[in-house]
């Protein structure tokens, strides 16, 4: 079992118990967290039920990750438009929101992820829930869209900011997602300003995830990025890292 999956089913009590139960999911998610249908199926499954939504965070959730993402929108903010800030794989993590919450600067946050079921829920959830942005000009939307087409949907450096919270990992470490991983890096860079940001937040050990950061940003003659890594902190035995890709076009 992936280190990935391991952590997640041990970090989580209940779902890992459900995943547990439910082993064919545990089977699908172990080597296929690259497709659309598992994740449908996971969104599907893990929230069917009469319990009301309840937002699931595959690692930790925005008050641990919030200094590395609140100082950087402070540094890029532009007083004559908002910030475009993109949660690539959101699922129904509350990070988007959040975000569009709490930033003191005008944001448009994007939440995109390939499961409709996902989007869904999460759409029907910010209506009901009708969240007060802190920047009245701030605006949040949901949209279902495949990372590796990013620029089908964002004109070239028109973004500032991608955070991406697992969802890297879980190409990474799916049995024909590796491609896909280095095809939605590209995509990132491609999309992002020059003063943009990509951070992925990952269990992922630096030894490993830097390599391959410096490897796949490189489009010889074309472009390049600076790749740093700090350290988030340890959730339940486990060491999460923030890794920041600033795109560097090669002149
Ligand atoms: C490990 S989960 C992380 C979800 C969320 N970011 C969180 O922290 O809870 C990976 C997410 O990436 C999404 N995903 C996988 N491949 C994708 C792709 N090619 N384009 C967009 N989203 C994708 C999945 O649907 C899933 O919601």
Not at 117 to 133: C, F, G, N, S, Y
Not at 219 to 240: F, K, N, S, W
Request: aromatic fraction near 10%; hydrophobic fraction near 35%; include cysteine.
């Amino acid at each position: 079992m992936s280190p990935f999956l391991k952590s997640f089913l041990s970090g989580r009590r209940v779902f890992g118990a459900y995943l547990r139960y439910h082993s064919s999911l545990t089977a699908e998610l172990i080597e296929n967290m690259d497709k659309k249908a598992t994740w449908d199926r996971f969104y599907t499954e893990t929230s069917s039920g009469k319990a009301p939504f309840k937002n699931f965070e595959w690692f930790f959730g925005f008050d641990s990750v919030r200094d590395f993402i609140m100082p950087l929108l402070q540094t890029m903010s532009r007083p004559d438009a908002a910030l475009h800030v993109v949660d690539m794989g959101c699922g129904t993590s509350a990070l988007g929101p959040s975000i569009y919450r709490h930033s003191p600067v005008s944001v448009h946050v994007t939440c995109a992820d390939i499961s409709p079921i996902a989007v869904k829920l999460m759409q029907e959830h910010i209506q009901a829930k009708a969240i007060q942005p802190h920047s009245c000009s701030s605006q949040i939307e949901f949209v279902e869209l495949d990372c590796t087409q990013l620029d089908k949907r964002f004109s070239p450096s028109t973004v500032d900011l991608i955070i991406d919270k697992g969802t890297t990992d879980a190409l990474l470490r799916s049995r024909e997602g590796k491609q896909n991983a280095s095809l939605v890096l590209k995509q990132c860079l491609r999309v992002l300003r020059s003063s943009g940001s990509l951070l992925q937040f990952s269990d992922e050990d630096p030894d490993s995830r830097l390599i391959w950061l410096e490897t796949a940003a490189q489009d010889p003659g074309v472009m390049t990025a600076d790749v740093g890594v700090q350290e988030v902190g340890e959730l339940r035995g486990i060491h999460y890292y923030c890794y920041q890709v600033t795109p560097h076009p090669v002149l």
